[in-house]
C-alpha cells in the first residue's frame, strides 16, 4: 500500500514538474519579444484611449469599450482587456505583450486539459492520456506559428476568443459524457458551455462563433459512437443547427460582403481558389515548424485566376477535397485522424472563406491548429505500439519531445526577431521583396531613426514597383519637410500622380502627417491652399470614395484646413459629404459648432437635429451624446433668446491635426 502511494506521489510530482518545466520554459522562450513596439493595427485601435483624454469615468470607459470600429460587435471584452494595461495613450507595449504572454499560457493549459479530455474518450489509460496532453499543449505553446498571434497586442483579441471557446467546449466534452447517466446536468453543463461561454467568445472575436462548429465536429468523430438521448437531439436543434441556419441566412440575404470586394485586388471567386492553396501553406506550418519572421506582412500573396493559374491551385484544390472526403468517410473507423482534419478546416470556414478579408494571417490558425497537433503526437505515439523493433519505438516517443524543444528554439530565434524593431522590419523587406508594406514600412523606420537619404532611396524604388501608391512618394516629401532636404518629388506631382492611383491603406495616415507638417510650418515650401489641393487632388483617386470610413476622414481633414483657412461655406459643405459616408455625431457637432461661432444659431441648430439623429444609431451600449447635444442647444438658445452674438472667432482646432481624425 505505501509503495503503491509513493508510485502515485512521484507520478503527481513529475505532472506537476513538466507542467512547470512547460510553462516556465514558455515564458523564457517568448520574453525577449516583450521588448517589442506596438504594429500596425495596435495603433488604430488603442490610440481610442487617448480620445477623451484617457479612460478615466464611466463614459470614456463605453465610449472605448463599446464605441470602437474593432469588428461588427466592437469585441468590447477585449477592448476592456487592454484596459488592464494602461488607460492612456501613448501606453508602453511591453505590458500589453505580457497580458498577452500570459493569456497564451492559460490557453496552453486549456489545450492540455482538452487534449487530455479526448484521450480519456478514446480509452487511452491515464500515463498515455497525460503524455499526449502535456506533448501537444508544450508543441502548441511553443509552436512558431503563433509567436505573431502572441507579440501582436491587437490579437489579444484571437487569443481571448480561443480561450472562452476552449472552455466552453470542455463544458461540452463533460457535459457530453454524462448524458446517458445525468441527463439535467449534462444539459445544463453543455448549454453553459454553448451560450455562456460562447457567448463571451463572440465578444471577443466574432469568430467565436465556431464554437458551434467545433461541437459538430466533435459529436461527428470523437462522440460518434457515444449514444444521444432525445432530449440532446432536441438541444441539438435549439442550440447548434438553429444559431448556424440563422447566420447562413444571415450571410445569405445580408451579402453586404459581395459588395466589399470592390476595395480588393481579387473577385470572390479568386479568394476561395487562392484559399485553397494558403490552407495547405497554414497546414504545413503547423505540422513542420520553421522559423517565422513575417507574421504580419502577407499582402504578396500571388492570386490564384484560374484553377490552372497558377497550377499549384487545382493540385491544392484537390488535396483539399480529399482530405475533407476522407475525413467524412473514416470519421468512425480513424475518428482522431477525422478530428484533425474538420478541426482544422472547420476553423477556417469564416476568415478562410467567402468573406472579403485579407488573405493571408498566422493568427487565423492559433485554434484551428490544435485539431492536427493532436492527431500527429497521437499517431506518433500509437506507432510505437504497433512496431517491433525497439529503436523505432523510442523514436516514435521521444520525437514528440524533440519536436518540441526544435520548435521552442525556433519561436525563441522569432521573438529575438520581434524584440527590435529594426530587426523584423528588415526581416519583412527580406521576407518579401514584393511585398508594398514591408518596405513602406522599413522606409518610414529608416527616416524616423535618422536615415532619411536611405529611407528615400528605399521608398522610391519602392515606388518603382507599385507606382500607383500616391502614398509613398507622399512620405518622401514628409522626410524632406522633416529633415529639410530636397526631394525627387513635389505636392505639384502628386496631383497628377492621383490620376493613376489607387487606394491603398497608407494613404489616410500619410496624407494626415503631411497636412500636419505644412500647418505646423515644417514644410517651407507650402502653405495650407497647397495641402486643400493636395487633399482635394486625393479624394479624386478611382474608388476611394467606396472606402467609406477612410473617405469620410479625409473629407473631415479637408474641412479642418478651410476652417484654417477661415473659408466657412466649403469646410460645411465637406463635412455635409462627410457625413453621407459616416452617420456619426462628432460630424454634425462639429458643423453646429462652426456656425454658431460664426453666429448662425438657427444653421446650428439644425445640425445639432442631425446629430440626435446620428445619436440614435449608436452602437449598443456605447455612451450616447444626447446629454451633450441638450446643454448645447440650450446655450443657443439662450443666444437667440438675448441676441448677443458670439464673439469667439470660428472653431480653429488644434494644429495636431491626427486629434480631428479620432473620437
Not at 484537390?318 to 477525422?338: D, E, G, H, M
Not at 522626410?479 to 506631382?493: A, M, Q
Request: net charge neutral.
Amino acid at each position: 500500500m505505501n509503495l503503491t502511494n509513493s508510485r502515485i506521489s512521484i507520478y503527481n510530482f513529475s505532472i506537476l514538474i513538466s507542467l512547470i518545466l512547460i510553462t516556465g520554459g514558455c515564458v523564457l522562450v517568448y520574453w525577449p519579444g516583450l521588448d517589442g513596439i506596438f504594429l500596425v493595427d495596435d495603433y488604430p485601435n488603442l490610440s481610442a484611449l487617448s480620445n477623451n483624454g484617457g479612460v478615466t469615468d464611466l463614459r470614456s470607459l463605453l465610449a472605448f469599450v463599446f464605441g470602437n470600429e474593432a469588428g461588427a460587435v466592437g469585441r468590447p471584452l477585449s477592448m476592456l482587456s487592454f484596459l488592464l494595461n494602461d488607460q492612456y495613450w501613448p501606453a508602453s507595449a511591453e505590458s500589453f505583450k505580457y497580458t498577452n504572454l500570459m493569456i497564451h499560457l492559460l490557453c496552453g493549459m486549456l489545450v492540455l486539459l482538452f487534449c487530455y479530455r479526448l484521450s480519456r474518450i478514446l480509452r487511452n489509460r491515464e500515463p498515455t492520456a497525460i503524455y499526449i496532453a502535456m506533448a501537444c499543449a508544450a508543441l502548441w505553446l511553443f509552436h512558431p506559428l503563433n509567436v505573431s498571434t502572441t507579440l501582436y497586442v491587437i490579437q489579444r483579441m484571437a487569443q481571448l476568443s480561443m480561450l472562452f471557446s476552449l472552455i466552453g467546449i470542455l463544458f461540452y466534452c463533460q457535459g457530453r459524457l454524462l448524458t446517458n447517466t445525468d441527463i439535467k446536468r449534462a444539459l445544463i453543463l453543455v448549454t453553459c458551455g454553448v451560450t455562456i461561454f460562447g457567448l463571451l467568445s463572440v465578444l471577443s472575436k466574432e469568430n467565436g462563433v465556431l464554437i458551434l462548429v467545433y461541437i459538430l465536429v466533435l459529436e461527428a468523430t470523437i462522440f460518434n459512437n457515444l449514444a444521444k438521448p432525445k432530449l440532446l437531439k432536441y438541444w441539438f436543434w435549439l442550440f447548434i443547427y438553429a444559431p448556424l441556419g440563422v447566420l447562413f441566412l444571415y450571410f445569405a440575404a445580408k451579402g453586404f460582403y459581395l459588395n466589399s470586394y470592390e476595395y480588393r485586388d481579387f473577385t470572390l471567386t479568386q479568394r476561395l481558389l487562392t484559399e485553397n492553396r494558403i490552407l495547405l501553406d497554414y497546414l504545413h506550418s503547423v505540422l513542420i515548424p520553421h522559423l517565422y519572421g513575417s507574421g504580419l506582412i502577407n499582402d504578396d500573396i500571388i492570386i490564384s485566376k484560374t484553377l490552372f493559374d497558377p497550377f499549384t491551385t487545382i493540385i491544392s484544390v484537390l488535396i483539399n477535397a480529399s482530405l475533407l472526403i476522407c475525413a467524412i468517410y473514416f470519421r468512425k473507423k480513424q475518428p482522431v485522424f477525422s478530428f484533425a482534419v474538420l478541426w482544422f478546416y472547420g476553423g477556417h470556414l469564416l476568415e478562410s472563406t467567402f468573406l472579403p478579408l485579407e488573405l493571408y494571417f498566422e493568427h487565423r490558425n492559433y485554434m484551428p491548429m490544435v485539431g492536427p497537433i493532436y492527431a500527429l503526437i497521437y499517431y506518433l505515439y500509437q506507432l510505437s505500439f504497433y512496431v517491433k523493433r525497439e529503436p523505432v519505438r523510442r523514436i516514435a516517443v521521444a520525437f514528440p519531445i524533440l519536436l518540441v524543444l526544435f520548435s521552442a528554439f525556433l519561436t525563441h530565434k522569432s521573438a529575438m526577431i520581434w524584440s527590435t524593431p529594426g530587426t523584423l522590419f528588415s526581416v519583412w523587406v527580406y521576407e518579401h521583396p514584393n511585398s508594398l508594406r514591408a518596405q513602406r514600412i522599413y522606409g518610414q523606420f529608416l527616416g524616423i531613426n535618422n536615415q532619411p537619404e536611405l529611407a528615400i532611396q528605399t521608398l522610391n524604388s519602392t515606388y518603382q514597383k507599385f507606382p500607383y501608391d500616391v502614398s509613398l512618394p507622399m512620405e518622401i516629401i514628409n522626410l524632406g519637410c522633416r529633415y529639410n532636404i530636397e526631394t525627387p518629388y513635389s505636392l505639384d506631382d502628386i496631383n497628377n500622380l492621383v490620376k493613376t492611383a489607387k487606394f491603398t491603406d497608407g494613404i489616410l495616415t500619410l496624407a494626415n502627417t503631411l497636412v500636419d507638417n505644412i500647418v505646423n510650418n515644417k514644410c517651407e515650401n507650402y502653405d495650407i491652399y497647397d495641402a486643400i489641393k493636395l487633399l482635394a487632388a486625393i479624394e479624386t483617386i478611382p474608388n476611394i470614395e467606396r472606402q467609406k470610413k477612410t473617405f469620410a476622414k479625409l473629407l473631415f481633414l479637408h474641412s479642418d484646413l478651410y476652417v484654417l483657412a477661415r473659408q466657412l461655406t466649403p469646410a460645411i459643405e465637406l463635412l455635409d459629404r462627410a457625413y453621407k459616408y459616416q452617420r456619426r455625431p462628432a460630424i454634425p457637432i462639429r458643423q453646429a459648432t462652426l456656425l454658431a461661432s460664426a453666429g448662425l444659431y438657427e444653421e446650428a441648430l439644425r445640425y445639432l437635429d442631425v446629430a440626435k439623429s446620428a445619436d440614435q444609431d449608436r452602437k449598443i451600449l456605447a455612451p450616447s451624446e444626447l446629454p451633450q447635444l441638450l446643454e448645447f442647444e440650450a446655450r443657443i438658445n439662450r443666444l437667440i433668446d438675448e441676441r448677443k452674438p458670439q464673439t469667439s472667432e470660428i472653431g480653429i482646432i488644434s494644429n495636431n491635426f491626427s486629434e480631428s481624425l479620432k473620437g
